[in-house]
């Protein structure tokens, strides 16, 4: 998957046929897959599947369903490894 690098953190994103993930944070060989939805009750197939394919720390929906926008904006980088 494509890459940013920013200080020893790398951030892709991950797209397989019809799925994807919107930001793959990467940290010291650590990863945390983040989704992004604009809407509730939308399907998040993609994190469950990057989930499947690769050893995540952690998994985030932020919208939706998931986290508010707010909640997301308070979590301190160095917390989400």
Not at 8 to 35: P, Q, S, T
């Amino acid at each position: 998957f494509p890459s940013h690098d920013m200080q020893g953190i790398k951030v892709h994103y991950w797209r397989e046929k019809n799925e994807e993930v919107d930001f793959i944070i990467e940290k010291d060989g650590e990863l945390v897959a983040l989704e992004v939805k604009s809407a509730k009750n939308k399907k998040d197939l993609g994190l469950s599947s990057f989930k499947k394919l690769y050893q995540t720390k952690r998994t985030l929906l932020v919208g939706g369903d998931g986290l508010t926008i707010e909640e997301f904006l308070n979590i301190a980088p160095k917390d989400l490894f």
